[in-house]
């Protein structure tokens, strides 16, 4: 949870690896922005010891505008690290009794990149082929 990034930032940012964190670092979508933890992952982005994975949006966002929220808190992770993002699927969904469509997940990363196709390349292949060492 984002409390605990903040929390635990000291630890956090001793650690001698790389810290991935996923579910948007469960920033909430709405006002996610001014958490304390958003300026911890943001300055670990920064220093190249972390990474963010965009995935399972559902578990930082709820209510109507869910999707413009989780498009804004993405966008400035985006934006702010471009090449320290990667996206997951988050595949099986073992939280959601309705599993949502693989497609809309995906596609919900277009607007964050605005679109621009060298960042979607980064976030889609080659952010994931340099943390995980695909060849």
């Known amino acids: 949870m984002a409390d605990q990034i903040a929390a635990y ?5 001793r650690l ?3 810290i991935v964190f996923d579910h948007f670092a469960r920033l909430p979508a709405k006002g996610g ?3 304390p933890a958003y300026e911890v992952v943001c300055d670990m982005l920064a220093e190249k010891r972390a990474w963010i994975k965009l995935s399972a949006p559902y578990l930082v966002s709820h209510g109507s505008s869910a999707d413009l929220q989780v498009a804004s808190l993405g966008s400035a992770l985006v934006h702010n690290s471009p090449e320290r993002v ?3 699927s988050d595949w099986p969904h073992m939280t959601e009794a309705s599993k949502p469509e693989f ?6 990363v277009n607007p964050m990149a605005q679109g621009d196709t060298t960042l979607l390349r980064q976030i889609f292949i080659s952010n994931p082929n340099a943390l995980y060492g695909f060849r």
Not at 9 to 13: E, R, T
Not at 103 to 108: A, S, V
């Open 103 to 108: 497609q809309r997940l995906k596609d919900m």
């Open 9 to 13: 930032a000291p630890l956090l940012k």
């Open 86 to 88: 990667v996206w997951g």
């Open 16 to 18: 001698p690896c790389q």
């Open 33 to 35: 922005l001014e958490h």
